[in-house]
């Protein structure tokens, strides 16, 4: 229970509770765990704590995932805006001169 908690304290901003805070800097100690520092793009908050290295992996994890999300949205979003570019009546409808059965 100690340990989710813990977790939980990593993963979230202690002073706004965002669960958006990234990671500054990270150095593996010589006893294995973790020193992490982090940052909260939310409410500016900056700190740095010491982690085990599953907590640290957890963290890693969730970043990771985060990313690829980001990334796959990104990439739909690509891919809408080809699929419009490429649509000649989307561009027309853009342009607003597409009348019944025009461009
Ligand atoms: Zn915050």
Redesign the pocket.
């Known amino acids: 229970m100690r340990l989710r908690r813990r977790q939980h304290d990593i993963l979230a901003?202690?002073?706004?509770?965002?669960r958006?805070?990234q990671p500054l800097a990270a150095r593996r100690r010589r006893d294995g765990d973790w020193h992490l520092a982090r940052g909260?793009?939310?409410?500016?908050?900056r700190g740095a704590t010491r982690c085990s290295a599953e907590a640290y992996a957890e963290f890693d994890a969730a970043q990771r995932a985060a990313r690829a999300a980001l990334t796959a949205l990104l990439a739909n979003v690509e891919r809408a805006r080809m699929q419009e570019a490429a649509d000649p009546r989307a561009q027309a409808l853009r342009r607003g001169d597409a009348g019944p059965g025009g461009a």
């Open positions: 901003c202690p002073r706004c509770d965002s958006l805070v909260c793009p939310e409410c500016e908050w």
